[in-house]
């Protein structure tokens, strides 16, 4: 019977990556074109690299892959092999599709201009909502941030959930320091 759901893993695989693909893409482009933009700090990698680029002007990208593989590397040495090998696909793509949406997302600021600052809020929001949940519906993950919640939760004995808030709220509340409530 495990091979018979193994073999229907396998055959999902392709079905699973391409969502798992149009799920990172979303987040990448949300991430230029409202993310960054508007000095938004989300929790993970990608939130410190809006507070790095604030306090000293390196390029959100370059910090996404270097915290990125950091982690990895760290995940490797510190967690299941297994647990890390998830990881290691969202490590390498999410920062090379942040990289590589940032023309389009220049073309498609100019479009998508608001006046009301929440409305722009709304709109990063449902993405980033949109985004992460097809990544984490087919059972993969943008590396980064997901790996120091697997660390927490491994050897502080939290929960995942408990430790995606706890990292995440550091982030949180170092932006809050940086950029102000």
Do not use: H, W
Request: proline share 3%.
């Amino acid at each position: 019977m495990n091979n018979v759901f193994k073999y229907i893993k396998e055959e999902q695989l392709v079905k699973r990556f391409i969502i798992f693909l149009i799920g990172v893409f979303i987040l990448a482009l949300n991430y230029n074109m409202f993310i960054v933009p508007n000095n938004f700090v989300l929790g993970g990698t990608s939130g410190i690299a809006v507070i790095l680029n604030q306090i000293f002007q390196i390029k959100p990208v370059i910090t996404i892959y270097i915290l990125s593989f950091l982690l990895l590397i760290i995940g490797f040495l510190t967690l299941p092999f297994k647990e890390t090998r998830r990881a290691l696909i969202g490590t390498i793509i999410y920062p090379l599709l942040v990289t590589s949406t940032i023309p389009l997302a220049d073309i498609l600021m100019p479009y998508f201009k608001f006046d009301n600052i929440l409305i722009v809020v709304l709109i990063a929001a449902m993405l980033q909502g949109l985004g992460t949940g097809l990544v984490y519906k087919v059972g993969f993950n943008t590396g980064g941030g997901d790996i120091l919640v697997k660390i927490i939760s491994r050897y502080l004995e939290f929960t995942e959930g408990n430790s995606s808030l706890i990292s995440n709220s550091i982030v949180l509340l170092c932006g809050i320091l940086v950029f102000g409530i």
